[in-house]
């Protein structure tokens, strides 16, 4: 599959070392008049080489628009689609005569589903690939924006960096995601839920190994008591409960309060050591420290985790809008 959502669906393209990545995204409302530099500033945040820890591949991130727009900019409602080119790849790097598998990679289990797989930068199972998740993203965000939903994220290494590098190593880390001023109602039950549905678009970027929302696994270790949301007086849309422990969803839905979540990553696999590993025909040999890679994945991962939220977001907007009165769509919006 190489598509998200349902009425807000987003399909791309491309690999890491081809001439472009892309995407089409379908069922933007129409006549919305997006501000085009919110996913230029998202693109700009994810950008590699800006930061210590995070790869050198000079990559502008330029999108281009191609579809989708009116001449005076507003959404025609229509397939708006994009392409943003290639710039820096050096497949130089992935020119080893015996193809080593890279362990903990995409190499040999694309192998073993297709017979074929580009080894350059990993082909379609890059992280290059979230560049047009981010593109894409940025509108939502955009569009979000002027419903007054904002969603914010911060990424954390999970140790030191500068240290990792110098091993010639990497670490892992985390996000934390926060989105605000959407109210109650939002989510889809029971198989459709809120935090299901936030929880599988974040475990499809490169990388991620673990979800939580609200208090996640600390509430294992949590009593009833400790855990609960009481209700203020008064109900007041905005900010139903005292404290958060739900993370802004209950039932799969909603509350009023903010959402929050977090999205944990493993450290690089591709690391500049040397590496004991097996050949496409399972002869041992070594994979040789070379290429651009980061040294924390998710310095960079914060725009990808903002853009993956704000997808699942307008989707589930849009599906309330659909399926339930105009009345409640109408509060939802």
Known sequence: MNSFGTLLRLS??????GPAMGGILDGMPPGLHLDLSIAEGLLARRRPGQAVGTSQRKESDC??????????????GSSIGFIIRNKDARSKDYDLELRPLRPNHADFTYMEKYGIHDFRGGGRAS???????????????????????SVSAESFPGGDVKA???DGDSIGGYVKCRIEGLKAGVGQPVGDKLHARLAAAMMSINAAKAFE????IAAASMRGSQAADLFKPGLPKESPCITNHSG?????ISNGMPVELRVW?????????????????????????????????????APIVEAMAALVIGDLLLQGAATESFGVAKRIF
């Open 63 to 76: 999108v281009e628009w191609l579809s989708g727009f009116s001449p005076e900019g507003l959404t025609l």
């Open 213 to 216: 929302y609200g208090d996640g």
């Open 127 to 149: 992280a290059r690939e979230t560049v047009s998740w981010v593109a894409a993203g940025g509108l939502v965000l955009a569009w979000l924006h002027s419903l007054g939903i």
């Open 248 to 252: 802004g969803v209950q039932g799969g």
């Open 12 to 17: 791309t393209f491309g690999e890491s070392h």
């Open 164 to 166: 990792a590098m110098c």
């Open 265 to 301: 990553f493993k450290p690089t696999p591709t690391i500049m050591q040397e590496i004991s590993t097996v050949d496409m025909n399972g002869r041992p040999c070594t994979m040789p420290p070379a290429g651009r890679h980061d040294a924390c994945v998710a310095l960079r991962a």
